[in-house]
């Protein structure tokens, strides 16, 4: 590894812009070793607008590999995941993005790839690494005793008015909010109840899914999801109930591209350390195999 982490970007869609290139671009410890995306122009031009390479076809997808030393991804989960095993066979720690795949199976090829290649993980589970957030998940898991926690994340991103880029994301429309929002709901709720043990879903209007989970601590919790909700019903909320009283997960999740240097630097001390990180590909792989279940119990 050299002094600066070389970091390649996976990936020039929406989100790629907003945030990955901006802060592997920024970050004082990394240099931004190249971009590739499925659209050549896409990659130019986010590339050229970093001061960085360009990377095209699937020779420049082994280029950026070889130029790296680990690579963030900022594509759809379903290739994200072929592409991670791909990544970490050539010796790159992976900063994947959530959900790591839309498939138990592709979850544990990539949790498998990154163990026999020995490299460091870490899923950007957004709330996970937001300074209020973060703090907040850390403090509820440390006191404990919590017997029951409800979660909604609703959106509306589907709503008639939104100007959103994500609405256009095809797997977002074919996989719904249980895959989209399902995560962020689940980064937080296992690190504070445990592992879930049992799980129940249920359809709601206009595409929102209900989940009741049980968890390896005896609590349970419910877990509302959706895209497609008025826009004067949409919002995230996360309480938790138990001997202490009453917890809520802070508002807001700050800026995102402070969050995603975060990551970077928790990726940095994974590798640094070799220790594995708390957020890595084996949770995404749990959070993975939850939400199949889910799929399969809606009949999806």
Same mark, same amino acid.
């Given at each position: 590894m050299t002094k600066h982490l070389r970091i390649g970007l996976v990936g020039a869609g929406p989100w790629a812009g907003m945030t990955q290139a901006p802060a592997l671009a920024g970050?004082?410890?990394?240099?931004? $070793?190249?971009?590739?995306?499925?659209?050549?122009?896409?990659?130019?031009?986010?590339?050229e607008a970093h001061g960085t390479t360009a990377f095209t076809g699937e020779d420049g997808l082994d280029a950026l590999f070889e130029a790296s030393d680990a690579v963030a991804f900022s594509v759809p989960p379903d290739v994200q995941a072929p592409l991670a095993v791909r990544a970490a066979a050539a010796g790159c720690h992976l900063l994947l993005d959530k959900?790591?795949?839309?498939?138990?199976?592709?979850?544990?090829?990539?949790?498998?790839?990154?163990?026999?290649?020995?490299?460091? $993980?870490?899923?950007?589970?957004t709330l996970r690494f937001a300074g209020s957030t973060a703090a907040w998940v850390g403090e509820q898991s440390a006191a404990g005793g919590w017997f029951t926690a409800h979660a909604q994340w609703l959106n509306s991103l589907y709503a008639s008015d939104s100007d959103s880029p994500f609405a256009a994301s095809p797997w977002r429309r074919e996989k719904g909010a249980l895959w989209d929002v399902g995560p962020h709901a689940l980064s937080a709720l296992l690190p504070v109840l445990g592992d879930v043990t049992e799980v129940t879903a249920a359809r709601g209007p206009a595409?929102?899914?209900?989940?009741?989970?049980?968890?390896?601590?005896?609590?349970?919790?419910?877990?509302?999801?959706?895209?497609?909700?008025?826009?004067?019903?949409?919002?995230? $909320?996360?309480?938790?109930?138990?001997?202490?009283?009453?917890?809520?997960l802070p508002d807001g999740w700050g800026d995102p591209v402070a969050s995603f240097r975060t990551a970077v630097d928790e990726?940095?001390?994974?590798?640094?350390?070799?220790?594995?990180?708390?957020?890595?590909v084996r949770f995404g792989l749990r959070i993975t195999e939850i939400l199949a279940e889910a799929e399969s119990l809606l009949g999806a």
């Amino acid at each position: 590894m050299t002094k600066h982490l070389r970091i390649g970007l996976v990936g020039a869609g929406p989100w790629a812009g907003m945030t990955q290139a901006p802060a592997l671009a920024g970050h004082p410890a990394v240099t931004l $070793s190249g971009v590739w995306a499925r659209r050549p122009e896409a990659g130019a031009a986010l590339a050229e607008a970093h001061g960085t390479t360009a990377f095209t076809g699937e020779d420049g997808l082994d280029a950026l590999f070889e130029a790296s030393d680990a690579v963030a991804f900022s594509v759809p989960p379903d290739v994200q995941a072929p592409l991670a095993v791909r990544a970490a066979a050539a010796g790159c720690h992976l900063l994947l993005d959530k959900p790591v795949a839309t498939t138990a199976e592709a979850a544990r090829e990539t949790a498998r790839a990154a163990e026999q290649a020995g490299v460091a $993980s870490v899923v950007f589970c957004t709330l996970r690494f937001a300074g209020s957030t973060a703090a907040w998940v850390g403090e509820q898991s440390a006191a404990g005793g919590w017997f029951t926690a409800h979660a909604q994340w609703l959106n509306s991103l589907y709503a008639s008015d939104s100007d959103s880029p994500f609405a256009a994301s095809p797997w977002r429309r074919e996989k719904g909010a249980l895959w989209d929002v399902g995560p962020h709901a689940l980064s937080a709720l296992l690190p504070v109840l445990g592992d879930v043990t049992e799980v129940t879903a249920a359809r709601g209007p206009a595409g929102t899914t209900h989940l009741v989970l049980r968890h390896a601590t005896g609590a349970s919790s419910t877990v509302t999801l959706g895209l497609a909700a008025p826009e004067g019903a949409a919002g995230v $909320s996360l309480v938790l109930h138990g001997e202490r009283g009453r917890a809520e997960l802070p508002d807001g999740w700050g800026d995102p591209v402070a969050s995603f240097r975060t990551a970077v630097d928790e990726l940095l001390d994974a590798v640094r350390t070799g220790r594995p990180h708390p957020c890595d590909v084996r949770f995404g792989l749990r959070i993975t195999e939850i939400l199949a279940e889910a799929e399969s119990l809606l009949g999806a």
